[in-house]
């Protein structure tokens, strides 16, 4: 295609905030620079500048100035941002303090709770005056086991506010899934809840909750949130920790206080999805994640105090973290708890017009489910606000970009996002300066030195190859909780080519500019000893109308590797001769002889993580009967056993 499917109008691009920058920059610096690319490339070589600039257009409070911008190590990871400086993250995120909503809360039922910016300050001081009577101070962990709802983010910013580091799963995680995360950081505080729903189900974890406490010696207080369970008691459990319910621990009201912390104490803890070991804590500092979201969220997506930002995510998922970081623009977010498909496919659209929501954040498959579903959004919806569509989780194919642009709004920014939780953040992003290229990832993000190396180490333009980072930036991790040497978080990224971060995607740089993310490293396949992204695959998949969803890997096959698809149809539909021989026939005139599967297998359910990811991995090592480890990380893991002995594998 040669031509974009969008391009933001002159009027648009200059009322964005990252114009708004680029002249500040400009100004400050004495610098004429003209446009996007030209301003890429100065924040990179000149990185120090460019942070410092950031600090300067949205007006961090150092509460102590750092002496320096960056000492930098002879080689990443080593280097340190902003040394001797202090601040707090939940100050930033309750600079607004009037009655514009800042969080409204909603749940599958319909329920829906709103609080404006003042009353959540209330909220999190008084939070915040009960943790510190529990003992919660600098360091300490407090953990949630919640749903995306609001008393989560109060738990947050409450925690933060005191210096404490926060970590969250979702409720949907199983015990040991929870187990091996919060048992590795031991917390002092959990807020848990007693109870969620999901497509109309009522689900019950008080049971679930107990199995967890037993593991988890070092917690001294629960704060047990009813949520969905209303007549949940503190008398369900048997554990040596004090037992509150959320409503009686504390009192809303006051002003919240701010404990000024290092720019690189322990913020969040993250984790790995733990599919292939026990999860990876993955710890990150305060000041790196509060100038990338504000630099991802302000300028990327252009988020402003005007606006209504909605991302449909678990608190177990990274994209929780970021959404919570749009209070620091002043924005109002939209939480929603429960299945985006209950009871039918528009009700994440029916939030679109409800609550006025201007950027609306989903994950690939979404898209992909809507359209299957033969959803047309623009013909239903109104969509009024709505000017920017968010996607991540797995490449966005180029037929849902289609789709977006022919039955959501042609007038929209649509930003497909990559990046994950080993940086909290976004490698490449959107912007709203640029056009939209089917299939392409708008742009690489400011400050972040992306490019794409073949095995050799070497850069490469319009071939794939390994995605990298190859100067150091604020969000990189501080390191992975209990590895005092650095050897586990060394390991990670910087083995494949050492002392720069690989970030394990399967990339490609576009002419635009832009990158096209081919799937993950771990998950390409080698027939004949070439190298296929799985998501090439998939995007051809997607065309076939019956065809809801698919999986690919590699099979090891007479000392070689052979293409293996899996597939999960239509009701009613079944796997012909003449229906395999259309998928291959989409996949090989598509794409090349290589790709095309040598078996196609008709499947009831593909395993993905509980973030929504397909786990290829956990499949690969099912069908050559290798152990799967922590299937708890899975949201169905009953679906593994449907891979296991296909006798269709054994010829």
């Known amino acids: 295609m040669n031509q974009p499917l969008w391009t933001p109008s002159p009027a648009r691009i200059a009322a964005t905030r990252m114009n708004a920058f680029r002249r500040f920059v400009n100004q400050r610096q004495g610098l ?63 600079r607004r303090r ?3 909503p800042a969080l409204v809360a909603i749940g599958e039922d319909g329920s829906r709770e709103q609080l404006s910016y003042a009353e959540l300050a209330a909220h999190v001081a008084g939070l915040q005056r009960s943790l510190q009577g529990a003992g919660v101070g600098l360091g300490d962990r407090v953990a949630a086991f919640m749903p995306n709802t609001w008393q989560t983010v109060v738990g947050m910013l409450a925690a933060s506010s005191l210096g404490a580091t926060w970590s969250s799963c979702s409720p949907d995680f199983g015990t040991q899934g929870v187990i091996d995360r919060f048992g590795q950081i031991e917390p002092k505080v959990l807020i848990a809840t007693a109870g969620h729903r999901y497509a109309g189900q009522n689900l019950e974890v008080t049971g679930k909750l107990g199995e967890i406490l037993e593991r988890l010696p070092s917690l001294q207080q629960l704060i047990l949130v009813p949520y969905s369970n209303p007549n949940a008691s503190t008398d369900t459990f048997q554990t040596a920790a004090k037992v509150s319910l959320w409503q009686d621990f504390y009192q809303p009201g006051g002003e919240p206080q701010f404990t000024q912390v290092a720019f690189d104490h322990p913020l969040y803890i993250l984790y790995s999805s733990g599919t292939t070991g026990v999860p990876k804590c993955i710890v990150h500092g305060t000041g790196g994640v509060l100038l990338q979201h504000l630099k991802e969220l302000g300028l990327h997506t252009d988020l402003t105090a005007d606006d209504c930002l909605f991302y449909y995510t678990t608190c177990g998922w990274m994209m929780w973290n970021w959404l919570v970081s749009g209070l620091a623009l002043g924005g109002s977010l939209v939480l929603f708890d429960g299945s985006p498909f209950h009871p039918g496919p528009e009700r994440l659209l029916d939030l679109i017009d409800s609550e006025a929501i201007s950027i609306f954040g989903t994950s690939a498959k979404y898209l992909a489910a809507l359209q299957k579903a033969g959803a047309r959004p623009g013909s239903s919806h109104r969509l009024e606000r709505l000017k920017t569509i968010l996607s991540t989780g797995s490449p966005l194919s180029h037929e849902s970009f289609d789709y977006v642009y022919r039955e959501i709004k042609s007038d929209i920014c649509l930003s497909s996002i990559s990046g994950g939780t080993d940086i909290v953040s976004c490698f490449a ?21 992306v490019q794409v190396w073949n095995d050799a180490g070497k850069r490469v333009f319009g071939e794939k190859g390994e995605l990298v980072c190859t100067r150091h930036f604020p969000s990189m991790p501080v390191g992975f909780w209990n590895d005092p040497q650095g050897e586990k978080f060394k390991a990670a990224y910087f083995e494949t080519f050492p002392g720069v971060w690989a970030h394990g995607d399967y990339a490609e740089e576009t002419a635009h500019g832009g990158l096209v993310i081919h799937g993950r490293s771990d998950a390409v396949l080698n027939p004949g000893g070439v190298r296929i992204g799985t998501a090439e695959i998939y995007r051809q998949v997607e065309k076939v109308e019956e065809v809801l969803e698919s999986i690919a890997i590699g099979q090891e096959w007479n000392n070689d590797v052979r293409v293996v698809l899996f597939v999960r149809l239509r009701e009613g539909v079944g ?10 026939q989409v996949i090989g005139s598509n794409t090349s002889a290589r790709h095309v599967p040598a078996k196609i297998i008709a499947v009831a359910d593909i395993p993905r993580t509980i973030s929504g990811k397909i786990v290829e991995l956990a499949v690969r090592n099912v069908v050559h009967g290798r152990p799967v480890k922590n299937t708890d990380a899975l949201a169905n893991p009953q679906a593994l056993a449907l891979f296991r002995d296909l006798p269709e594998l054994q010829r």
Not at 429 to 448: A, D, S, T, Y
Not at 575 to 584: F, H, N, P, S
């Open 98 to 100: 009037d009655d514009h």
């Open 32 to 94: 004429q620079l003209a446009d996007y690319p030209a301003l890429h490339a100065w924040s990179v070589a000149q990185r120090e500048a460019f942070w410092q600039a950031i600090v300067g257009f949205f007006e961090i409070r150092f509460s102590q100035a750092p002496r320096s911008v960056l000492e930098e190590g002879a080689a990443m990871p080593s280097a340190h941002w902003f040394p001797d400086a202090t601040l707090n993250f939940a100050e930033h995120l309750l």
């Open 575 to 584: 796997l012909t001769d003449e229906l395999q021989a259309r998928i291959c």
């Open 429 to 449: 992003l959107g912007n709203p300066l640029l056009p939209v290229w089917r299939g392409e990832l708008q742009c690489k993000g400011l400050g972040m030195d």
